[in-house]
């Protein structure tokens, strides 16, 4: 990392959005695990299903917050 990143203060609105993109990832990848290993949730999805739908939720947690780490051009 450059000397310039790290001497360079975040802005609220960029600090505000990494607190509820780190907030997203937790909820979205509990929620993804929940579907694949918890049995009392009452989904009709077979095993197969079951792991299909939590990785895609935990796929799509990681994405979003890959997405929001990513440094805009005009910061």
């Known amino acids: 990392m450059s000397s310039n990143f790290n001497n360079k203060q975040k802005s609220l609105k960029r600090r505000f959005l990494l607190i509820l993109g780190i907030t997203t990832l937790v909820c979205v990848i509990a929620m993804g695990v929940m579907i694949m290993f918890w049995d009392k949730l009452n989904l009709n999805l077979s095993n197969t299903q079951r792991l299909v739908v939590g990785g895609l939720f935990i796929a799509y947690g990681i994405l979003r ?6 440094k805009e051009p005009n910061e």
Do not use: K, Q, S
């Open 65 to 70: 917050f890959t997405r929001i780490l990513r």
